[in-house]
Antibody
Framework: QVQLVESGGGVVQPGRSLRLSCAAS????????MHWVRQAPGKGLEWVAVIWFDGSNTYYADSVKGRFTISRDNSRNTLYLQMNSLRADDTAVYYCARDPYYAPIYYFDSWGQGTLVTVSS | DIQMTQSPSSLSASVGDRVTITCRAS??????LAWYQQKPGKVPKLLIY???TLQPGVPSRFRGSGSGTDFKLTISSLQPEDVATYYCQKYKSVPPFGQGTKVEIK
């Protein structure tokens, strides 16, 4: 079965960096676009970034553009999110999520369990 | 940018009741609409895509309808395990979510 396991969350000071990972298993990772979606405490869902199946294209929400970088290592079946210049309003649970297609259609048919990022001094 | 507006923001109903949640898009989105269920403390789960197509394994009491700008998620007979927040989401391009509808048992 599809498994997505995030790691790398934690407490970080404003302005610092953090890298999240998402290990995928149970499906052919290279067949799917992948996303990061976040959820601030007690709030709704916010799409963050997407990467094509082969890493050839990426897109970002305006709220993270220029600060976050999504990437993938298809040889390791792993998705990443490099987060720089973190701000308090980046505090959220970050989910990796699978798109149903290799070029994204932007809905999410499988989700990881999430990893909490807290930005605080 | 397209905005998605759900109503109501919360509801309370009895077991066995028919429950309807509405989602409205600020512009027409054809049938590019998904619904997710997020139980308390859990991960979101895809229920419906293409406005009305049930994801495999989703109980048949869930039904999606609509196209264009107006969509509905209907639970035909509310069960205790349906307590959750439900989100609509426009897709096919950068996806806004609705703000969520919290469903509770009366």
């Amino acid at each position: 079965q599809v498994q997505l396991v995030e790691s790398g969350g934690g407490v970080v000071q404003p302005g610092r960096s953090l890298r999240l990972s998402c290990a995928a298993s149970g499906f052919t990772f290279t067949d799917y676009a992948m996303h990061w979606v976040r959820q601030a405490p007690g709030k709704g869902l916010e799409w963050v970034a997407v990467i094509w199946f082969d890493g050839s294209n990426t897109y970002y929400a305006d709220s993270v553009k220029g600060r976050f970088t999504i990437s993938r290592d298809n040889s390791r079946n792993t998705l990443y999110l490099q987060m720089n210049s973190l701000r308090a309003d980046d505090t959220a649970v970050y989910y990796c999520a699978r798109d149903p297609y290799y070029a994204p259609i932007y809905y999410f048919d499988s989700w990881g369990q999430g990893t909490l990022v807290t930005v605080s001094s | 940018d397209i905005q998605m507006t759900q109503s109501p923001s919360s509801l309370s109903a009895s077991v066995g009741d028919r429950v309807t949640i509405t989602c409205r898009a600020s512009q027409g989105i054809a049938n590019y609409l998904a619904w997710y269920q997020q139980k308390p403390g859990k991960v979101p789960k895809l229920l419906i895509y293409a406005a009305s197509t049930l994801q495999p394994g989703v109980p048949s009491r869930f039904r999606g309808s609509g196209s264009g700008t107006d969509f509905k998620l209907t639970i035909s007979s509310l069960q205790p395990e349906d307590v959750a927040t439900y989100y609509c989401q426009k897709y096919k391009s950068v996806p806004p979510f609705g703000q969520g509808t919290k469903v509770e048992i009366k």
